[in-house]
């Protein structure tokens, strides 16, 4: 049982660094609100909580510091600036280590642990360090705060406490025991168990929560260590405390801490009777939560708060059993092209009926698998998250100052895709700060700020997902870039590239710039890496960049992996399927629609423009070259923006195919991304278009000869 609680713990501290990290960098963009800061405090404050509860007592400590730094920020007693932002962002960047090592073993890096231990403890009063911190329960971390002042520490109190765990709260694996275990620790506890609301055994419904308990703690702590204690289930509980000296009690330590610590305009807001409590000061008795002080003062608040800021109801599933559904919603589609193919055979009269409730398990399978595609559908917010980690590394390691900016965190991706996308964005990343941002000196000297910026941006467009990384340093040094690829032998010296040819020169093996290896770059492996990457996620990838202004990569992906909108084609008697995406147009040809080019290119003209034949069965080798009388031409445009036209035979229909990867099966097949199963059962070949337009003689001679009619033009 300890195992699955323990489980959930580290679940919900993926959640809890996601809105750490939104925070601190909403705190680095500037935005110093108190409620930011109440944000990450409180993030902080329930990791180091959990984290006592089974015994993580690095990760504990750890925690308590930065939480100690952050009551500080909170209390006003410290100000933000540059090295502060710094230290917190390589503080959380450390937090995130440690809670990965309590979870999947290992050791972390002690001198570096100890160097932030000891630049944290300067931010710390001295008062702080003779704090003894003793981890409780769930949620009930008693670190950091004030000293005690006398007027409320000396005096015991009874409180009055009534818990009623809601079904959600066992849902989240968490345990009553825990909580009163920790309560008991703050005085004399006595638990009383209230059955009242339990039905009879016909009428139970196991799945929700009958019991409630009503707890008497007597205790010289205040309010907000009871309060610290429930923090760790806000929202899946339904709570209420009170004592037998409330009002006056709240009077004389508010009036205690304006005394002592001189909170001037910050506790104005806590002294206004009308006002939730949200005093950015914390109570002397403990460390506060500034939602819990809230709630308790105003039940109006409460159930705002609660409409707000409650959980969302959840399920948390095994991603295995997500795959093995999407398998199944897989094979239901191949079952549904194979059953309308049998119909389709039949020799009857009339089946319109037949086909009519067809159509209707063909749109009642497309909706089964959007939904179950939902499912895996998750937003980039996370990932992209922990690209700022990696660019602050970056910045480090190179004495440069980067910042990232990031856009369009909410839109949502297959969770495969994300997975294996973290190697190529963090690849891009480091790139861009090593060779792409220039140093502070030479960014001044240029007129820019003397801190280089990386945008990331995630966006829909046309069914996939695109996804830009675009920096604003020097650009691809392209006479440089030309000159290395042929000093490594990589193109021909007497070479006439496109500027777009040099920049993709950055993607071919045993590239690299860099002078001198170091832990970034250098060793000819990294640009390489990212577009065998992409390209395995069925996606492609584009460089453009402008000398002096900076460079955009460009990433274009499918949105999942599993299903796809295909054109079913004939090429050389085989059936294929061409991805939707990619097609601009369909037409058919005619002769005066054809154009030689040299000895064997041909060219169609389309309203008055030419592009390039690219015969689809010549590039599989499945005939030769423009043996083919004028057919099918489907013209598809690559993400540099070129037109080709793919000659076919024919078209057969545009249906939804499932994705069958080849990997492991046939390897690598020039022009062909993957398979799929068709209704009569025969396995069809998806085409990469890319690839066939990239490895086209034709497509390759008609660019020429467009280049030199540019260059005589100019």
């Given at each position: 049982m300890s195992g699955s609680i323990q489980d959930t713990f580290f679940e919900e501290c993926e959640d809890l660094l996601e809105a750490m990290d939104e925070g601190l960098t909403a705190i680095e963009g500037g935005e110093h609100d108190q409620e930011v800061v109440n944000a990450v405090f409180r993030a902080v404050h329930?990791?180091?909580?959990?984290?006592?509860?089974?015994?993580?007592d690095e990760l504990v400590g750890f925690a308590h510091k930065f939480e100690t730094v952050f009551?500080?920020?909170?209390?006003?007693?410290?100000?933000?600036?540059?090295?502060?932002?710094?230290?917190?962002?390589?503080?959380?960047?450390?937090?995130?280590?440690?809670?990965?090592?309590?979870?999947?073993?290992?050791?972390?890096?002690?001198?570096?642990?100890?160097?932030l231990i000891e630049a944290l403890q300067k931010y710390i009063p001295e008062e702080e360090e003779d704090l003894t911190f003793e981890p409780m329960g769930l949620g009930g971390g008693m670190g950091g705060?004030?000293?005690?002042?006398?007027?409320?520490?000396?005096?015991?109190?009874?409180y009055e406490i009534r818990f009623h765990p809601l079904k959600e709260m066992y849902g989240t694996g968490n345990e009553p025991f825990f909580l009163f275990q920790a309560l008991s620790e703050l005085g004399e506890l006595e638990v009383k168990l209230n059955d009242a609301e339990l039905?009879?055994?016909?009428?139970?419904?196991?799945?929700?929560?009958?019991?409630?308990?009503?707890?008497?703690?007597?205790?010289?702590?205040?309010?907000?260590?009871?309060?610290?204690?429930?923090?760790?289930?806000?929202?899946?509980?339904?709570?209420?405390?009170?004592?037998?000296?409330?009002?006056?009690?709240?009077?004389?330590?508010?009036?205690?801490l304006d005394a002592a610590f001189g909170t001037g305009d910050d506790a104005g807001p806590a002294l206004e009777p009308s006002a939730p409590f949200e005093a950015p000061v914390p109570a002397p008795e403990a460390e506060p939560s500034a939602v819990v002080e809230e709630k308790a003062s105003s039940?109006?608040?409460?159930?705002?708060k609660s409409e707000q800021r409650g959980p969302k109801p959840t399920l948390r599933v095994d991603l295995e059993r997500v795959d093995r559904l999407i398998n199944a919603v897989g094979e239901l589609i191949i079952n549904h092209s194979m059953l309308a193919q049998q119909i389709a055979n039949l020799d009857a009269g009339d089946v319109r009926d037949v086909e009519t409730e067809l159509e209707g398990f063909k749109n009642l399978a497309r909706d089964i698998q959007e939904g179950v595609m939902s499912i895996r559908a998750q937003p980039v917010k996370p990932l992209f998250q922990r690209m700022a980690r990696i660019v602050r590394e970056a910045s480090s390691a190179t004495g440069k100052t980067a910042k990232l900016v990031t856009e369009g965190e909410a839109t949502e991706v297959d969770k495969t895709v994300i997975e294996r996308l973290s190697d190529p964005l963090t690849h891009i990343l480091r790139n861009a700060v090593d060779h792409g941002i220039e140093k502070p000196e030479d960014r001044e000297a240029a007129g820019k700020e003397t801190a280089g910026e990386i945008r990331l941006t995630a966006s829909h467009r046309s069914g996939s997902v695109c996804i830009e990384i675009k920096d604003d340093g020097a650009g691809v040094n392209r006479p440089r870039v030309k000159q290395i690829a042929i000093e490594k032998g990589l193109i021909p010296e007497n070479a006439e590239l496109t500027d777009a040819e040099i920049d993709n020169l950055l993607f071919m093996p045993g590239f690299s710039t860099a002078k001198e290896v170091s832990n970034l770059s250098g060793r000819g492996v990294g640009?390489?890496?990212?577009?065998?990457?992409?390209?395995?996620?069925?996606?492609?990838?584009?460089?453009?960049?402008?000398?002096?202004?900076?460079?955009?990569?460009?990433?274009?992906?499918?949105?999942?992996?599993a299903v796809m909108d295909g054109m079913v084609v004939s090429v050389a008697d085989q059936t294929m399927v061409?991805?939707?995406?990619?097609?601009?147009?369909?037409?058919?040809g005619s002769d005066d629609m054809i154009n030689s080019l040299g000895a064997d290119g041909t060219l169609l003209s389309i309203r008055g423009n030419f592009v390039p034949?690219?015969?689809?069965?010549?590039?599989?080798?499945?005939?030769?070259?423009?043996?083919?009388?004028?057919?099918?031409?489907?013209?598809?445009?690559?993400?540099?923006?070129?037109?080709?036209?793919?000659?076919?035979?024919?078209?057969?229909?545009?249906?939804?195919?499932?994705i069958k990867s080849l990997d492991g099966v046939c390897g690598n097949i020039p022009g062909v991304a993957a398979a799929t199963i068709l209704g009569d059962g025969k396995i069809a070949m998806i085409l990469d278009p890319e690839s066939i337009i990239a490895a086209s003689p034709t497509a390759a001679a008609f660019d020429t000869e467009r280049r030199m009619s540019n260059a005589i033009a100019s």
């Open positions: 329930s990791i180091k909580g959990g984290a006592g509860a089974f015994g993580l009551d500080e920020l909170r209390s006003g007693k410290l100000q933000f600036d540059s090295a502060l932002i710094q230290l917190l962002l390589r503080s959380s960047d450390h937090l995130a280590d440690l809670v990965a090592t309590a979870r999947d073993g290992g050791s972390t890096d002690e001198a570096h642990h100890n160097v705060g004030f000293a005690p002042a006398p007027i409320i520490e000396d005096k015991e109190r009874t039905p009879g055994f016909d009428a139970i419904d196991v799945a929700e929560s009958y019991i409630s308990w009503d707890l008497t703690l007597k205790s010289t702590e205040g309010r907000s260590s009871i309060e610290a204690i429930f923090e760790f289930v806000e929202g899946l509980c339904e709570l209420s405390i009170s004592s037998d000296s409330d009002a006056a009690d709240e009077v004389n330590a508010l009036a205690a039940p109006k608040a409460e159930t705002a640009m390489d890496v990212v577009k065998n990457a992409v390209t395995g996620l069925g996606g492609r990838i584009n460089i453009s960049s402008t000398p002096g202004q900076g460079s955009t990569f460009t990433i274009i992906l499918p949105l999942t992996l061409v991805p939707i995406t990619s097609i601009v147009e369909t037409m058919r034949i690219c015969d689809v069965a010549g590039a599989l080798g499945l005939r030769h070259c423009n043996d083919q009388p004028p057919g099918v031409y489907l013209l598809v445009e690559t993400e540099t923006g070129q037109r080709s036209a793919l000659a076919v035979d024919d078209i057969f229909d545009q249906r939804q195919v499932v």
